[in-house]
Protein backbone atom coordinates (compact mmCIF):
# COMPACT_ATOMS: atom_id res chain seq x y z
CA UNK A 1 0.00 0.00 0.00
CA UNK A 2 2.89 1.99 0.34
CA UNK A 3 3.03 2.99 -3.47
CA UNK A 4 -0.51 3.17 -3.55
CA UNK A 5 0.70 6.64 -1.35
CA UNK A 6 3.91 7.31 -2.89
CA UNK A 7 1.76 7.21 -6.56
CA UNK A 8 -0.36 9.87 -4.97
CA UNK A 9 2.63 11.76 -3.84
CA UNK A 10 4.01 11.99 -7.56
CA UNK A 11 0.88 12.82 -8.98
CA UNK A 12 -0.05 15.56 -6.55
CA UNK A 13 3.00 17.43 -7.51
CA UNK A 14 3.47 16.27 -11.07
CA UNK A 15 -0.19 18.56 -11.49
CA UNK A 16 1.32 21.01 -9.15
CA UNK A 17 4.04 21.50 -11.75
CA UNK A 18 1.90 21.83 -14.41
CA UNK A 19 -0.69 24.21 -12.98
CA UNK A 20 2.59 26.52 -12.06
CA UNK A 21 3.55 26.16 -16.05
CA UNK A 22 0.14 27.46 -16.87
CA UNK A 23 0.23 30.12 -14.61
CA UNK A 24 3.67 31.10 -16.48
CA UNK A 25 2.30 30.88 -19.78
CA UNK A 26 -0.53 32.85 -18.82
CA UNK A 27 1.35 35.48 -17.65
CA UNK A 28 4.05 35.68 -19.92
CA UNK A 29 4.35 39.52 -21.68
CA UNK A 30 4.78 37.41 -24.78
CA UNK A 31 1.26 36.16 -25.14
CA UNK A 32 -0.09 39.85 -23.79
CA UNK A 33 -0.84 40.57 -26.93
CA UNK A 34 -2.87 37.89 -28.12
CA UNK A 35 -4.58 38.07 -24.61
CA UNK A 36 -5.62 41.24 -25.18
CA UNK A 37 -7.30 40.56 -28.84
CA UNK A 38 -9.06 37.96 -27.12
CA UNK A 39 -10.15 40.41 -24.34
CA UNK A 40 -11.38 43.22 -26.55
CA UNK A 41 -13.74 40.22 -28.71
CA UNK A 42 -17.15 40.71 -27.28
CA UNK A 43 -17.00 44.60 -27.38
CA UNK A 44 -15.92 44.73 -31.34
CA UNK A 45 -18.99 43.88 -32.64
CA UNK A 46 -21.59 45.63 -30.30
CA UNK A 47 -22.95 47.96 -33.66
CA UNK A 48 -24.16 44.46 -35.31
CA UNK A 49 -26.30 43.78 -32.02
CA UNK A 50 -28.04 47.04 -31.97
CA UNK A 51 -29.09 46.39 -35.82
CA UNK A 52 -30.67 43.15 -35.45
CA UNK A 53 -33.46 44.43 -33.16
CA UNK A 54 -32.24 44.93 -30.13
CA UNK A 55 -33.41 47.32 -27.54
CA UNK A 56 -30.07 49.11 -27.13
CA UNK A 57 -29.11 52.65 -28.00
Do not use: C, Q
Request: net charge negative; no cysteine.
Amino acid sequence: MDIVNDLRSFVTVGFFILFLGIVAWAYSSRNRSAFDEAAALPFLDEDNKTSNGGTHE
